[in-house]
C-alpha cells in the first residue's frame, strides 16, 4: 500500500517559498507590510470588485461583515444549517444577533424554497422591515453559503432579499473562483452579489495563506468601515485615538506573500479540481447504488472551483461512520458533512424550518480526499478502496 492520502492539504511550492522569504528578509512581517495591500488589489482584481479588505480569517472577515452591515443584538439571521460553525456563529452570537435555520436544496446550499416560506408564511412585511411572528424581532439578514464550491441559487436569493428588505450576506469561503458564465449574473463570481462577501485562506481551502480571510462590498462605505474594525478602530495613528470598538483581525504580510503566490496559481488549481472530480465521477456515480453528488456546471451557467467532493450512499447497504473508518484503515482520510447547527451548543432554542434535505445529507455524505495536488495515481487508488467496500 502506498502512503497516506489526506483529505485537503495545501499546496506550496517554489514560489511562495520565494514570497514568503522576501517579506522575512525584509523584515515587514506582521500586518504592516506592503504586500497586504498588494494582495487587496489582487484578489479584487480576480473577482471583480473595487476593493477588498484583508483579515486573519473567514470567520474575522465575517464577524467585520455583520458588523459592517449593522446587524444588533437582538435581531435575526436567516443561515443554512447545513455548512460549519464558523458561517454561523459570527453572523449571529458574535453580534449578539439570533438564527434562524433553514435547511438545503440539492446543491447543499440554503434553500430557497424554505427562505420564501418562512418570510410569506412566518413573517410580516413592514415599511421598515421583516419581523417574525413568532418573536417579534427584525428578521435584519439572510446568510448564504456557497457549500464546497457549489453556486447557491443567487437570483433567487436575491430577489428574495430585496422583496423581503433583508440584507444578503455571502459566504463564499468555500467558493474562491466559482463563478456565473452565463443568465442575468454572468461573470458575477461568489461573495460578489450580495450586500456583502467574504471569503477564506484557511489551510483546507483551495488557495491557502494558513489562515486568513477577505470581505469585498457593493457598499463602499461598508468596506471601509470593516477596514477600520480590523485595525483596532485607530482613528489617530499617532496618538493612539480609538472612536469605537475594534479588533485585531489585519492579515500579516508574509501571509499575504503566500496569498499572492497561490492566486497566481488558483486557475490551475481550479482545473485540477474539476479533473480529479470528473474521475471520481466517472468511476463511482452509479456504481452499486453509490452517488457522487453534482455541482452545478457549465450547463447550468456555472463555473464552480470543485471545492469538495460528496460521496453519496443512501442507495447503498454502506453506513456512513464505517465507509469513513475502513478507508481510514487504508490510510485514506475522510470526513462526514458537518453536524447540523440547529442541533449544536445551545442552538436547538433557535427556530428551524425546511430539515428533511439537510438531515439526509448530514445521514450519508463522506467527503472524499480533494487536494489540489492530488495524483491522478492517488484518486485511482481512493475509487478502488470505495469499490471494495460494496
Request: charged share 20%; glycine share 8%.
Given at each position: ?115 420564501e416560506d418562512f418570510c410569506a408564511n412566518h413573517c410580516t412585511l413592514r415599511e421598515d422591515g421583516l419581523y417574525n411572528n413568532r ?256
Amino acid at each position: 500500500m502506498s502512503g497516506f492520502i489526506p483529505l485537503s492539504v495545501p499546496n506550496f511550492g517554489a514560489k511562495e517559498a520565494a514570497y514568503a522569504a522576501e517579506a522575512i528578509t525584509s523584515g515587514w512581517v506582521s500586518t504592516s507590510g506592503a504586500k497586504v495591500g498588494e494582495f487587496e488589489e489582487a484578489l479584487a482584481r480576480y473577482v471583480g470588485m473595487p476593493r477588498a479588505v484583508a483579515s486573519n480569517s473567514g470567520s474575522s472577515s465575517l464577524h467585520l461583515a455583520a458588523m459592517a452591515a449593522g446587524i444588533r443584538p437582538g435581531e435575526e439571521v436567516l443561515v443554512p444549517t447545513l455548512t460549519f460553525i464558523a458561517a454561523v456563529n459570527p453572523l449571529t452570537r458574535y453580534v449578539g444577533a439570533e438564527p434562524i435555520f433553514i435547511g438545503c436544496d440539492d446543491s447543499l446550499c440554503i434553500d430557497p424554497d424554505g427562505v420564501e416560506d418562512f418570510c410569506a408564511n412566518h413573517c410580516t412585511l413592514r415599511e421598515d422591515g421583516l419581523y417574525n411572528n413568532r418573536t417579534g424581532a427584525h428578521v435584519a439578514a439572510l446568510g448564504v453559503v456557497h457549500v464546497f464550491g457549489n453556486m447557491a441559487d443567487m437570483p433567487r436569493l436575491l430577489d428574495i432579499a430585496r422583496r423581503y428588505k433583508l440584507t444578503l450576506i455571502e459566504d463564499a469561503t468555500e467558493a474562491l473562483g466559482t463563478r456565473y458564465t452565463a443568465g442575468p449574473l454572468a461573470g458575477k463570481f461568489a461573495g460578489t452579489m450580495g450586500d456583502i462577501g467574504c471569503y477564506s485562506f484557511n489551510g483546507n481551502k483551495i488557495i491557502t495563506t494558513g489562515a486568513g480571510g477577505f470581505l469585498v462590498s457593493n457598499h463602499p462605505d461598508w468596506a471601509e468601515h470593516a477596514k477600520h474594525l480590523s485595525t483596532q478602530a485607530k482613528a489617530d495613528l499617532l496618538q493612539f485615538l480609538h472612536d469605537e470598538v475594534g479588533y485585531n483581525y489585519r492579515m500579516t504580510n508574509v501571509q499575504a506573500c503566500l496569498g499572492l503566490a497561490q492566486l497566481e496559481r488558483l486557475e490551475d488549481f481550479i482545473t485540477v479540481k474539476k479533473a480529479r472530480y470528473d474521475q471520481y465521477r466517472s468511476a463511482l456515480d452509479g456504481y452499486h447504488g453509490l452517488r457522487i453528488l453534482p455541482f452545478k456546471e457549465e450547463a447550468d451557467g456555472v463555473r464552480s472551483n470543485h471545492w469538495f467532493y460528496s460521496l453519496y450512499l443512501e442507495d447503498t447497504p454502506l453506513e456512513r461512520d464505517s465507509v469513513i473508518a475502513a478507508l481510514q484503515a487504508k490510510q485514506i482520510q475522510t470526513r462526514p458533512v458537518w453536524a447540523l447547527i440547529h442541533e449544536q451548543a445551545d442552538y436547538p432554542r433557535n427556530e428551524a424550518y425546511d430539515l428533511d434535505k439537510a438531515l439526509a445529507y448530514r445521514r450519508y455524505i463522506v467527503n472524499l480526499p480533494c487536494s489540489t495536488n492530488l495524483s491522478e495515481e492517488d484518486c485511482d487508488r481512493v475509487i478502488a478502496a470505495v469499490k471494495e467496500l460494496i
